[in-house]
């Protein structure tokens, strides 16, 4: 198993920036993907940033692209989102998510509010 745990949420004015951190546990070697997801209230969950264990190029969503910044530190197990220019309509819970071994893995999710 693979054991995920996120740091980093708060609340921030528009045009801010926080990162967040989401450090794994476990069976690290496992991992075949690394992502990052977002939900807003009422809404669905969506797609933010992710990238594949293998290959250093990360990929966005393009409500995101030029803003956000996917990073990793093998050395850590720990991936970072640092989100800059930051607006109300990214607020959200944050959640990472793994693939390993053909298994789904999320954190617990961390809260993100843009204030206007």
């Known amino acids: 198993q693979v054991h995920l745990v996120e740091s980093g949420g708060g609340l921030v004015q528009a045009g801010g920036s926080l990162r967040l951190a989401c450090a794994a546990s476990g069976r690290t070697s496992s991992i075949q993907y690394m992502g990052w997801f977002r939900q807003a209230p009422g809404k669905e969950r969506e797609f933010v940033a992710a990238?594949?264990?293998?290959?250093?190029?990360?990929y966005y969503a393009d409500s995101v692209k030029g803003r956000f910044t996917f990073s990793r530190d093998n050395a850590k197990n720990t991936m970072y989102l640092q989100m800059n220019s930051l607006r109300p309509e990214d607020t959200a819970v944050y959640s990472c998510n793994v693939l390993g071994s053909g298994t789904n893995y999320w954190g617990q999710g961390t809260q993100v509010t843009v204030s206007s």
């Open positions: 990238i594949k264990w293998s290959n250093s190029s990360p």
